[in-house]
Protein backbone atom coordinates (compact mmCIF):
# COMPACT_ATOMS: atom_id res chain seq x y z
CA UNK A 1 0.00 0.00 0.00
CA UNK A 2 1.15 3.38 -0.89
CA UNK A 3 0.17 6.89 0.68
CA UNK A 4 0.40 9.94 -1.39
CA UNK A 5 -0.12 13.07 0.28
CA UNK A 6 0.02 16.30 -1.74
CA UNK A 7 0.32 20.07 -0.57
CA UNK A 8 1.29 23.51 -2.01
CA UNK A 9 -2.69 24.28 -3.17
CA UNK A 10 -4.08 27.49 -2.95
CA UNK A 11 -5.57 30.79 -4.31
CA UNK A 12 -3.53 32.67 -6.83
CA UNK A 13 -4.23 35.36 -9.37
CA UNK A 14 -4.33 34.77 -12.43
CA UNK A 15 -0.55 34.48 -14.36
CA UNK A 16 0.88 33.41 -11.17
CA UNK A 17 2.34 30.60 -9.93
CA UNK A 18 2.39 27.33 -7.64
CA UNK A 19 4.45 24.50 -6.82
CA UNK A 20 2.22 21.17 -5.78
CA UNK A 21 4.10 18.29 -3.71
CA UNK A 22 3.37 15.16 -3.77
CA UNK A 23 4.74 13.20 -0.58
CA UNK A 24 4.83 8.83 -1.24
CA UNK A 25 5.31 7.05 2.05
CA UNK A 26 7.58 4.22 0.18
CA UNK A 27 10.59 3.50 -0.05
CA UNK A 28 10.10 1.99 -3.58
CA UNK A 29 8.93 5.14 -5.06
CA UNK A 30 11.54 5.07 -8.04
CA UNK A 31 9.46 1.89 -9.18
CA UNK A 32 6.71 3.47 -9.84
CA UNK A 33 5.37 5.90 -12.63
CA UNK A 34 3.51 8.39 -10.74
CA UNK A 35 0.81 11.38 -12.71
CA UNK A 36 -0.79 14.54 -12.25
CA UNK A 37 -4.95 14.64 -11.92
CA UNK A 38 -7.04 17.24 -11.44
CA UNK A 39 -11.32 17.17 -11.46
CA UNK A 40 -12.80 21.00 -11.64
CA UNK A 41 -16.19 21.60 -10.07
CA UNK A 42 -18.98 19.38 -12.25
CA UNK A 43 -16.46 18.19 -14.45
CA UNK A 44 -14.72 14.71 -14.90
CA UNK A 45 -11.27 13.99 -13.32
CA UNK A 46 -8.72 14.71 -16.06
CA UNK A 47 -5.20 13.43 -16.49
CA UNK A 48 -3.08 16.71 -16.32
CA UNK A 49 1.16 15.33 -16.78
CA UNK A 50 2.65 12.09 -15.84
CA UNK A 51 6.14 11.09 -15.33
CA UNK A 52 8.02 7.44 -15.83
CA UNK A 53 10.01 5.96 -12.99
CA UNK A 54 13.10 7.69 -13.55
CA UNK A 55 12.15 10.69 -14.80
CA UNK A 56 13.55 11.07 -17.75
CA UNK A 57 9.92 10.49 -19.57
CA UNK A 58 6.97 13.23 -19.14
CA UNK A 59 4.03 13.96 -21.27
CA UNK A 60 1.06 16.50 -20.34
CA UNK A 61 -2.37 17.65 -21.95
CA UNK A 62 -2.65 20.07 -24.47
CA UNK A 63 -4.08 22.49 -22.09
CA UNK A 64 -0.77 22.66 -19.47
CA UNK A 65 1.85 22.44 -22.07
CA UNK A 66 4.24 25.04 -22.01
CA UNK A 67 2.95 26.25 -18.55
CA UNK A 68 2.83 23.19 -16.23
CA UNK A 69 6.14 20.97 -15.30
CA UNK A 70 6.19 17.91 -13.65
CA UNK A 71 9.50 16.44 -11.73
CA UNK A 72 10.28 13.83 -9.42
CA UNK A 73 12.99 13.56 -6.47
CA UNK A 74 13.73 10.04 -6.00
CA UNK A 75 15.85 10.32 -2.97
CA UNK A 76 12.97 12.59 -1.26
CA UNK A 77 10.36 10.24 -2.45
CA UNK A 78 8.58 13.13 -3.68
CA UNK A 79 6.75 14.19 -7.01
CA UNK A 80 6.12 17.81 -7.84
CA UNK A 81 4.02 20.04 -10.36
CA UNK A 82 5.53 23.61 -11.27
CA UNK A 83 2.57 25.54 -12.55
CA UNK A 84 3.04 28.70 -14.12
CA UNK A 85 1.11 31.22 -16.07
CA UNK A 86 -2.02 29.87 -14.12
CA UNK A 87 -5.11 30.32 -15.91
CA UNK A 88 -8.89 30.70 -14.56
CA UNK A 89 -9.64 27.27 -15.96
CA UNK A 90 -6.90 26.02 -14.23
CA UNK A 91 -8.91 25.72 -10.85
CA UNK A 92 -9.65 22.49 -9.82
CA UNK A 93 -8.90 20.00 -7.11
CA UNK A 94 -5.38 18.28 -8.10
CA UNK A 95 -4.23 14.74 -7.41
CA UNK A 96 -1.37 12.85 -7.39
CA UNK A 97 -1.31 9.09 -8.18
CA UNK A 98 0.98 6.34 -8.61
CA UNK A 99 1.09 2.62 -10.56
CA UNK A 100 3.52 0.35 -11.85
CA UNK A 101 3.37 0.16 -15.05
CA UNK A 102 5.47 0.84 -18.33
CA UNK A 103 6.37 3.53 -19.59
CA UNK A 104 3.39 4.40 -22.21
CA UNK A 105 0.81 3.21 -20.43
CA UNK A 106 2.10 5.66 -17.25
CA UNK A 107 2.34 8.37 -19.86
CA UNK A 108 -1.18 8.22 -21.49
CA UNK A 109 -2.93 8.49 -18.07
CA UNK A 110 -4.58 5.45 -17.21
CA UNK A 111 -4.26 2.17 -15.11
CA UNK A 112 -3.38 4.40 -11.69
CA UNK A 113 -4.46 2.84 -8.89
CA UNK A 114 -2.87 4.83 -6.08
CA UNK A 115 -4.46 8.12 -5.21
CA UNK A 116 -3.62 10.88 -2.81
CA UNK A 117 -6.53 13.11 -1.12
CA UNK A 118 -6.19 16.15 -3.42
CA UNK A 119 -5.21 19.53 -3.07
CA UNK A 120 -7.26 22.40 -3.98
CA UNK A 121 -6.19 25.33 -6.52
CA UNK A 122 -8.18 28.50 -6.97
CA UNK A 123 -7.34 30.77 -9.79
CA UNK A 124 -8.91 33.90 -9.47
CA UNK A 125 -9.58 36.78 -12.33
Known amino acids: QVQLVESGGGLVQAGGSLRLSCAAS????????MGWFRQAPGKEREFVAGINWSGGRTNYADSVKGRFTISRDNAENTLYLQMNSLKTEDTAVYYCAAARYGDSVILSGVGFYYWGQGTQVTVSS
Open 26 to 33: TRTFSSYG
